[in-house]
């Protein structure tokens, strides 16, 4: 009779930890849902960390954010993984969700500006006047110029028409270090693994153990904006409110003071 009931003790704390077991579970999928997810371009991490910062304070609610090259991610969401916000650092990615109907096109918005720079590691580095022709095959001599890969991360592909329209791409082809995102390329200069590399002005701003040598001129690539939407599937009740605050006078000094350009 007493192992009897011993048994019984046993199997009620098992069910009960079995049960508090899979409430904690149920509870810890309702609060992710809760949060609004954002799939963003790599080089809005400081300013997007700062803003999504004011928005829980203001709101009481939570993001998460993934971080990588707007290729990388608009594949991902194209695959199907769960992101409530896309913010792309081009326009051509976001046409790319927008042709397979998996943003929602109403709520579209150009969001920013950016410029791009060729930075070095060398705090003794000089300035390089970015003109057409100029000898930046020279400057890199045996090493390699970092960038974005210039057939897929946004970055890489302004770098890379910016280079041949200033009729030096072909001779620099050879020396690229094409990294996965911006900030890949940015870390290869900061490390010195590459002594130069072509970045967004942004970006530069955002790691000290980088200097900008030179600016790319604007109409030597097409223009850098950053659109955002909201992805077809998403279900988050919060989604149009966070898209809104990005939005909003009370964001715009968080991304003005990392360098973008507001676009109304």
């Not at 095959?137 to 890489?156: F, W």
């Not at 030179?214 to 988050?236: C, L």
């Amino acid at each position: 009779m007493m192992m009897q009931r011993r048994q019984w003790l046993k199997g009620l704390v098992l069910a009960l930890g079995v049960a508090f077991t899979g409430a904690t579970f149920a509870s810890d999928a309702a609060m992710a849902e809760d949060k609004v997810t954002v799939f963003a371009a790599a080089s809005l991490k400081n300013a997007l960390d700062a803003i999504n910062a004011e928005w829980q304070k203001e709101s009481g609610k939570e993001t998460t954010v993934s971080y990588a090259a707007s290729s990388a991610l608009a594949k991902q969401v194209e695959q199907g993984a769960p992101a409530d916000v896309f913010i792309s650092a081009d326009l051509a990615w976001m046409d790319y969700l927008a042709e397979k109907k998996l943003i929602k096109d109403d709520t579209r918005a150009n969001l920013l500006g950016n410029r791009i720079v060729l930075v070095s590691g060398k705090a003794d580095a000089q300035p390089v006047e970015i003109k057409q022709g100029f000898d930046l095959t020279t400057l890199i001599g045996d090493g390699r110029l970092a960038m974005g890969a210039v057939d897929s991360v946004p970055a890489g592909k302004y770098g890379k028409a910016a280079l041949e329209k200033l009729g030096v791409w072909s001779s620099v082809e050879q020396k690229v270090a094409g990294a996965e995102s911006v900030r890949a390329a940015l870390l290869l200069v900061s490390r010195g693994e590459a002594p130069y590399g072509i970045v967004y002005q942004t970006d530069a701003a955002a790691d000290p153990g980088v200097k900008v040598v030179g600016t790319f001129p604007e109409d030597s690539h097409p223009p850098i904006i950053y659109p955002i939407a909201i992805t077809t599937d998403s279900k988050n009740a919060d989604a149009a409110a966070y898209v809104d605050f990005i939005k909003s006078d009370k964001a715009a000094p968080l991304f003005e003071k990392q360098g973008f350009t507001i676009l109304k």
